[in-house]
Nanobody, 115 residues
Framework: QVKVVESGGGLVQAGGSLRLSCVTSGRSISTFDSMVWRRQVPGNPHELVAS???????NYGDSVKGRFTIFRDNVKNTVYLQMNRLMPEDTAVYLC????????WGQGTQVTVAS
């Protein structure tokens, strides 16, 4: 059984940094086509934050380009999201999912950025 678990969220002041982690169990992250971070504010649709493919291709949502970095450690079976220069607009639940061929979602981790 594949599980996806996010961690690292919390409360931070605007301009600060956080690093989120996404760990899979039951299957190595290197076997998935892609690992993706999305975020959701209640009442709004999910927004792409960042993704990384098995081949190393990386994509960022427009609102986080230049501030966030996605990277992975296959040994630790973990995908990270380094978030710098956080803004109040980044406040959301951050969700990680592993894709290929099925999609496995985590429960999310709350990030709150205080102004």
């Amino acid at each position: 059984q594949v599980k996806v678990v996010e961690s690292g969220g919390g409360l931070v002041q605007a301009g600060g940094s956080l690093r989120l982690s996404c760990v899979t169990s039951g299957r190595s992250i290197s076997t998935f086509d892609s690992m993706v971070w999305r975020r959701q504010v209640p009442g709004n649709p999910h927004e792409l934050v960042a993704s990384i493919t098995s081949g190393g291709g990386i994509n960022y949502g427009d609102s986080v380009k230049g501030r966030f970095t996605i990277f992975r450690d296959n040994v630790k079976n973990t995908v990270y999201l380094q978030m710098n220069r956080l803004m109040p607009e980044d406040t959301a639940v951050y969700l990680c999912y592993a894709h290929g061929p099925r999609t496995y979602w985590g429960q999310g981790t709350q990030v709150t950025v205080a102004s």
